[in-house]
């Protein structure tokens, strides 16, 4: 089954994908184990789309799949969290030039039923919302998300002002999105990079303290 949502997904069948889906989500498969084989599929995609195999519609077409699994996806990851006290707060948004969200939605998403206040920004947000954002939110963690590799510099400048307006000290940040990894973690000064939303979860609640 597994590899057969990788070719639905990866071929733009949507509706066999979203079958598949609610079949392996019958079966017991957990969200995670399939969120992980959307991923593999959207690299497919993504090296077709490098190869000229795909153009701009075939990314659209699946960046829409995958909004649509989400939402099945996203009851059955909920937490118990809700009526409870926040553990902290986490500022998250997509930077500068970049408006890939559905990886950034569902970092947010995930941090929110963890039991963290989420203040999202959304898409291309500028270096100066996101020094606001810290500014009147005074998160514990602030999450950056990006695709491109134009993505790079904006994290870096994002990071920069952030510490020009006086801001960095006791903020800890942390970065995720396609394009990124620990290489690009030490470019852009953050204190660590997240593969997936679970990631994120783990890291903001080291940094407050919970297990
Ligand atoms: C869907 C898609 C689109 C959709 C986005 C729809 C949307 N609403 O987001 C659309 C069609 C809009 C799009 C546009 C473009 N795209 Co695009 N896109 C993709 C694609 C196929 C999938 C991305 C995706 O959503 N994956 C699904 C998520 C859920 O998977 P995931 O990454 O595993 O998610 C996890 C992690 O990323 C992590 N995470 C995410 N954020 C964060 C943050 C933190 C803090 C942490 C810890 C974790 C974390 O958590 C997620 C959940 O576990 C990728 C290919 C790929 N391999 O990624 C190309 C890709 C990212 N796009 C690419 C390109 C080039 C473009 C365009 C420039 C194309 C064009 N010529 O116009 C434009 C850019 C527009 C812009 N200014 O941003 C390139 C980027 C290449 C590069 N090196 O810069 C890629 C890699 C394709 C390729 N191989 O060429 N795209």
Known sequence: MAHEL??????????DALR????MLERGAEPAEILALCSEAMQVVGD???EG????????MSGEMLKKIGQV???RMAGETAGKAKLGRVVLGTVRGDIHDIGKDLVGFILDVNGFEVTDLGINVPEEKFVEAVREN????????GFLSVAFDSMKTTIEQVEAAGLRDGLRVIIGGGQMDNTVRDYVKADAYGESA???????KKTVGVA
């Open 20 to 23: 598949i889906v609610d079949e």
């Open 6 to 15: 990788v070719e639905a997904l990866s071929t733009m069948k949507e509706k």
């Open 198 to 204: 679970m990631d994120a979860v783990a890291f903001a």
């Open 138 to 145: 005074k998160p514990q963690v602030l999450a950056l998300s």
């Open 48 to 50: 077709k789309f490098s």
């Open 73 to 75: 996806l996203k009851p």
């Open 53 to 60: 195999e795909y153009f701009l519609p075939e990314l659209m």
